[in-house]
């Protein structure tokens, strides 16, 4: 009776045993295929080169970062390995020496919020060649004195605006070969960062638009490190007067990529067209020649003298290569280096020419100064002429109109009055002179014999002492008189006056 039983319990034994090996087998595959759970201390034998304060780990097949780093560790590279975590605590001592840090070519995917406060005096750090996606708010702000940012060959299609806050010392960043679809004018904007930033690259990305106003502003040195080529632009003319402007100023951002920088004109193609050729094809953009300054007389005008490195000794020139004398009370060279004019004469037009230099760098501008021969408020008070005048002429126009047509109505089809229309033979010259006193007398002749009533109306009822046809009228009366309402007309003695009689004028 007792073999059942011992049976069913040495089953249930085994079935315990084999659900442990199953667990045991699943937990050694998780092993093999997420790497091994434990942290891998540092060896400077096997899998490190240590030197100094140089450690080099690169291609050492890690996926993590080695524990027990020292303190005194300056470079530290753990490129070409699996790391593709960068959790907050992956070095829990501060490393106050540590002045580069290479983790390219790694598969990173994620970096903590955290991961650079134990390494605030990061100088150089390439994050390039991996998988990140986007850049969190604050991220890098505990690395005040980073200078040079490598994030290159990534995946980021989202930088939040803050994410390079607190990147004050920053003098190189590189964004190329990303997803990144706006321009992170927040870099460049901010004045502050003049003093320090010197290249910015976000070429190579999905960017469609530009700040081009903000970009014109920036200052020379800047925008010579300022690389944009290679993005999805749209074409406009806007885009090839940047592009072209600094191109005639030999900045390396543009001549260096010339061929590249090209921008996709919209429409069903989407067909690539080079910048610089849109002032021959298809928008037929204006053309930049030199740079040119406009101006009317008395006015003040400063040039700028902006060079592609900071800091240049500068010289001034006035046109025909007169060197700028200190005595000079119409050019004066301030403490930037730019050249103030004023107030302006037409002899003061012409080209100045200004010479930058420095210990590596010899720079050469030319700009052309335009000084109208009229003042700004002559321009303004012939302005304001000119408008009075059109208004006159507007005014004298409704005039003419009203008198021609809200005049009162004199002819015989207005209402009130059955007088027939003259008839064509009536000159048009005995209707436009005044009625003379014959005309007055007669007039009241009429209406006391019953006839209806002349109005006296210069446009209607005066004849002149010539009669129609160049006959002449003796007496200077009416010849014609209306008789009942069959309006038969009797002619007057004057009537038979030869038509040989000479005209009086």
């Known amino acids: 009776m007792m073999g059942p039983s011992i049976n069913f319990a040495l089953a249930g034994a085994l079935r315990r045993h084999l659900t442990t090996a199953l667990h045991l087998l699943a937990l050694l595959v998780a092993v093999k295929a997420h790497g091994p759970l434990a942290i891998v201390p540092l060896d400077c034998h096997k899998t490190c080169v240590c030197a100094s304060d140089v450690i080099s780990c690169s291609n050492a097949s890690l996926k993590s970062v080695p524990t027990a780093l020292p303190q005194y560790t300056a470079v ?97 960043l590189y964004l190329s070969r990303n997803q990144i679809s706006r321009f992170p004018l927040e870099l460049v904007k901010e004045q502050s960062r003049w003093d320090t930033l010197r290249v910015m690259d976000v070429s190579s990305n999905r960017i469609k638009a530009l700040p081009l106003h903000e970009l014109q502003l920036l200052p020379a040195w800047i925008k010579n490190g300022l690389y944009f080529h290679n993005n999805s632009l749209t074409c406009s003319c806007e885009l090839h007067d940047l592009v072209a402007r600094w191109f005639l100023k030999e900045l390396s ?148 109109l009203i008198y021609l047509y809200l005049t009162p109505c004199c002819c015989a089809c207005c209402p009130g009055q059955d007088m027939e229309k003259e008839e064509p033979r009536e000159s048009l010259h005995s209707s436009t002179i005044s009625v003379s006193q014959a005309y007055e007398e007669t007039g009241q002749q009429r209406g006391a014999s019953g006839g209806f009533p002349y109005r006296h109306a210069a446009l209607l009822e005066h004849k002149d002492p010539l009669e129609q046809n160049g006959k002449l009228n003796p007496i200077g009366e009416e010849e014609e008189e209306w008789q009942g309402d069959n309006k038969e007309r009797r002619r007057s003695d004057a009537e038979s006056v030869s038509s040989d009689t000479p005209m009086v004028v």
């Not at 240049?312 to 005595?327: Q, S, T």
């Open 76 to 172: 530290l590279d753990l490129s070409f390995n699996s790391i593709t975590k960068l959790r907050a605590e992956w070095t829990p001592v501060h490393l106050s020496r540590l002045h580069s840090l290479i983790l390219k070519n790694n598969g990173l995917t994620f970096l903590s919020s955290e991961a650079f406060v134990h390494v605030t005096k990061l100088r150089y750090l390439d994050l390039s060649s991996n998988g990140l996606r986007l850049l969190d708010e604050f991220i890098f702000e505990p690395l005040e004195d980073l200078e040079v940012l490598l994030l290159y060959n990534n995946s980021i299609s989202q930088i939040d605006r803050s994410a390079f806050s607190g990147l004050n010392s920053l003098q190189r």
């Open 253 to 400: 951002s543009a001549t260096d990529f010339t061929s590249i920088h090209t921008c996709v004109i919209p429409g069903q193609r989407k067909e690539i067209m080079p910048i610089l050729d849109l002032d021959k094809a298809y928008l037929n953009c204006s053309k930049v020649t030199v740079l040119k300054k406009e101006a009317h007389l008395e006015q003040y005008v400063v040039l700028d003298c902006d060079a592609r490195q900071k800091d240049m000794v500068k010289r001034w020139e006035l046109p025909g290569n007169i060197p700028l004398a200190p005595e000079n009370q119409t050019a004066v060279m301030l403490s930037d280096g730019s050249l103030r004019l004023g107030p302006l004469k037409a002899e003061d037009s012409g080209v100045y020419t200004c010479h930058a230099t420095s210990d590596s760098l010899n720079e050469t501008l030319f700009i052309t100064v335009v000084v109208f021969n009229s003042t700004v408020s002559g321009g303004l008070e012939n302005l304001k002429t000119a408008y009075t005048t059109l208004v006159a002429c507007l005014v004298s126009i409704v005039l003419v």
